[in-house]
Each structure stands twice: as structure tokens, then as C-alpha cells.
């Protein structure tokens, strides 16, 4: 893994992970990002760099505004880098879309089609029959946690069971990588949880490479394998931190004397980038 432009002394960077020999699933090479503001160059994104490994569980942390959003609209091909490239395998994917499942924090569920037909739209999209996707997305439904809602409509549904709903759409769309991007952002704390550990069976069950947004420290360390704290604008790589916790993990964890030290630095970490910030 790669550290651009770290400061300070808390950052746990694990350097000695892999090998530059060694073929990570996706990497993002030195991705920059300017914008043009009131007629000038303004700088979102700067020089970003990070190799991520098959099956990990990756998330990125930051102040708001420090260009992670548009750091996963690169990866995802719906935006060109100002420099910079994406690898997925090897082979570069820059602004090229369809190579990645991309969830954001709304879950974009059409009201006029069931859940059932909800979740297959990836698969359709992909040229699979209705009736080929619909047999290939009921069990899923019906282990995640939505038996007996798959002829229901989205707003019968509670707001997790919607996010369920377009996770398992995201799953369906059958890529090896997938972004999420704060998808339980507008839950409250309970439910919030709960999803966090219905999450952690799937990436358990179909060890999909995830990157992951979000705001929440608790979330980011529950969650992940790496960490990384992204600077204020333009969005920089400030650390990236080994979580190593082990898994499987539950309501336990969070109690752990590795979990309350990491979320200490993260607090530290974070509180550096408001101050800059003025």
C-alpha cells in the first residue's frame, strides 16, 4: 500500500504489505482532479495513490468535502482524472464504466417495480432475460433478510430494508469490486448496526473486494481491513491504518481495547484536518 503526503506520528502504515511484484485487484495511480471555479483551476482531488488487494474491505474516512465521492466516480469510470490512472487486474479501466457495482447513499429503487425486480435491474442491464434474473436473485433475497417482501413495492419497505434491497442489487451486478459510498448514512444508530453486521455476512459469504465511504469512525474500523484518512481539500492520502481486529466480528468488538485505541487516532487524525481547515 501506498501513503501520499502523510503527517504526524499515529498513522499505523503497514509498507512491507505485498510486494511491487505482486498484482493488487485495483489500483489508483497518482489520480488528480481539477474543477473549474468562478474561471479557475480548483484543485478536488491531488495525487492519489492506493493498491488494493483481492477480498479486502477497505474504507476511506475524511473531512466532508475532501474528494472521496469523486475519487469512487473515477474508479467507477464516470469521471476523467485530471492525471492519473485506474488498474483493475492489471488493465487500465480509466473512464470506463461498468467495471465496478457502485451504491450510494440513496438507494434508487424504482417505485414502480417490486423489490424482486428491483434487485435484477444490474442483471438486465447486462442482457440477462427477466426470467433468468429473477430466478437467480430469489434466494438471495429470501437469505438477506427479505423473504416474503419480494413482490412488495419500495415504499412498503423501512429505510434498511430498502438499503438491503440496493445492496443486493449491487451484489447482483456481479463485479469483483464494489463501491459504497456512506449507504448507511441516513439510517439511525440501532438499525445502522445492524446493517453493518448484516453487511459483514455478505462480504463474509462473497468476499467481494469493497471500498467503502463514510463519515462514521465506529463504522470505518467495525467494517474494514485498512483504513484510509484522506486530508481536507485538495483530498490527499494522510495515513493508511491496518485495523486488525479479528473476524468474525459482533457488538463485542467495539468494546476491545484495539478497537478504542484506533478510534483515538482516527479522532486525532480527523481533528488535525478541521483545525487546517480553520
Known sequence: MTMNGSS???????????SEDELSKLEIIGCSK???????AFCALKEVT???DDGRFISMVGPSGCGK????????GLMKPSSGKVQLDGKEITNE????????QKDLLLPWRTILDNVIIGLEIRGVS?????????PILQKYGLKGFESDHPDALSGGMRQRAALIRTLLYDRDVILLDEPFGAL???????????LLQIWNDFRKTVLFVT??????????????????RPGQIKARIDVGLPRPRNEETLMTGRFMDLKKKLLVMLKEERETAG
Do not use: P
Open 8 to 18: 504526524g506520528s499515529l498513522a499505523s502504515v503497514d509498507s512491507s504489505k505485498g
Open 34 to 40: 481539477f474543477f473549474k471555479k468562478s474561471g479557475e
Open 50 to 52: 492506493m493498491n488494493v
Open 69 to 76: 465521492s469523486t475519487l469512487f466516480n473515477i474508479i467507477a
Open 97 to 104: 464504466n461498468g467495471h465496478v457495482g457502485y451504491m450510494l
Open 130 to 138: 427477466k426470467k433468468t434474473a429473477r430466478r437467480r436473485a430469489l
Open 188 to 198: 439511525d444508530a440501532q438499525t445502522r448496526l445492524q446493517m453493518q453486521t448484516w
Open 215 to 232: 463519515h462514521d469512525i465506529d463504522e470505518a474500523i467495525y467494517l474494514s481491513d485498512e483504513i484510509y484518512v484522506f486530508t481536507h
